[in-house]
Antibody, heavy 122, light 108 residues
């Protein structure tokens, strides 16, 4: 299984754009077998799905965030990325990169990154 | 939206005891349920997928069952390394996935 490593600025100012990257230790991001995605967990709250993408580049987003988020990949660099525009304090969270593995019933998360903490400052 | 409710919020046990963690769905979710373990500073780890299938490398003391709206993760003899947070998650409405709020397994 690959290792996933998230990276980002740590601190973002309100109203700006948050950009995160996830490095994948192998080339499975180029495989048609998997989906890839981002989750987050605000302080003291539960895990929230942000969005996912398929090998073909089809993207799917949480409706509550859809207008502000973009998930994309750079397969030449084995990297998944996330952008969140117009951030507010509510976007303060630990952000996780994940891989989805095919199942009899859609896909399940088989690999997670450790997460990266993002704080939105005013 | 299907809501997952995990209970108890915190489970206090001694090593060697049996842990039973519950995940209840607000609507039927068939077999689209998975369980994860999360320790501080580590990446969460897949334990169980499709309700009852152990992931690669997961010890046999971890087992899970369920159907409809009621699902259970059981750790038959809790080991010191098992004290952690546990989450259930469903994907009935893929690609939307949702999680329970978690159960913390702590040392008594």
């Amino acid at each position: 299984q690959p290792q996933l490593q998230e990276s980002g600025p740590g601190l973002v100012k309100a109203s700006e754009t948050l950009s995160l990257s996830c490095s994948v230790s192998d080339d499975s991001i180029r495989s048609s077998s998997y989906y890839w995605g981002w989750l987050r967990q605000p302080p003291g709250r539960g895990l929230e799905w942000i969005g996912s993408m398929s090998y073909k580049g089809n993207t799917y987003y949480n409706l509550s965030l859809k207008s502000r988020v973009t998930v994309f990949s750079d397969t030449s660099k084995n990297r998944l990325s996330l952008e969140v525009t117009s951030v507010t304090a509510a976007d303060t969270a630990v952000y996780f990169c994940v891989r989805f593995y095919p199942s009899r019933f859609y896909y399940y998360i088989d690999v997670w990154g450790k997460g990266t903490t993002v704080t939105v400052s005013s | 939206e299907i809501v997952l409710t995990q209970s108890p919020g915190t489970l206090s046990l001694s090593p060697g005891e049996r842990a039973t963690l519950s995940c209840r769905a607000s609507h039927t979710i068939t077999n689209y349920l998975d369980w994860f373990q999360h320790k501080p500073g580590q990446a969460p780890r897949l334990l169980i997928y499709d309700t009852s299938n152990r992931a690669t490398g997961v010890p046999v003391r971890f087992s899970a069952t369920g159907s409809g709206t009621d699902f259970t993760l059981t750790i038959s003899n809790v080991e010191p390394e098992d004290f952690a947070l546990y989450y259930c998650q469903h994907r009935t409405n893929w690609p939307l996935i949702t999680f329970g709020q978690g159960t913390r397994l702590e040392i008594k």
